[in-house]
């Protein structure tokens, strides 16, 4: 069984800038693609960041020049270096990965960033 756990959410001042990780524990032989959604309340979930096991990288149009998302492949963690930060970046934060041999998507618990004005 492939589980996620985030860290690095909290509170941070509009223009600061925060780190998140998601690490996968488990019987895991590689992660197909890995990325980073956000659900405010009252709103969908979206996509934030996504990166393939190649490394492609692709993010959603209102975080694109603030945020970065980064993964280590040895390790199966993904980051996102999110700097610049706006109080409508506020939201709890998920990670997903996708297990190559199996193709199941596996998401973490979720972590929340307030961004105060």
């Known amino acids: 069984q492939v589980q996620l756990v985030e860290s690095g959410g909290g509170l941070v001042q509009a223009g600061g800038s925060l780190r998140l990780s998601c690490a996968a524990s488990?019987?895991?032989?590689?992660?197909?693609?890995m990325g980073w959604y956000r659900q405010a309340p009252g709103k969908q979930r979206d996509l934030v960041a996504g990166?393939?096991?190649?490394?492609?990288?692709n993010y959603a149009d209102s975080v694109k020049g603030r945020f970065t998302i980064s993964r280590d492949n040895a390790k199966n963690t993904v980051d996102l270096q999110m700097s610049s930060l706006k109080p409508e970046d506020t939201a709890v934060y998920y990670c997903?990965?996708?297990?190559?041999?199996?193709?199941?998507?596996?998401w973490g618990q979720g972590t929340l960033v307030t961004v105060s004005s």
């Open positions: 997903k990965m996708i297990v190559t041999s199996s193709g199941l998507e596996v």
């Open positions: 488990g019987r895991i032989s590689s992660i197909n693609a």
């Open positions: 990166i393939s096991l190649s490394g492609h990288t």
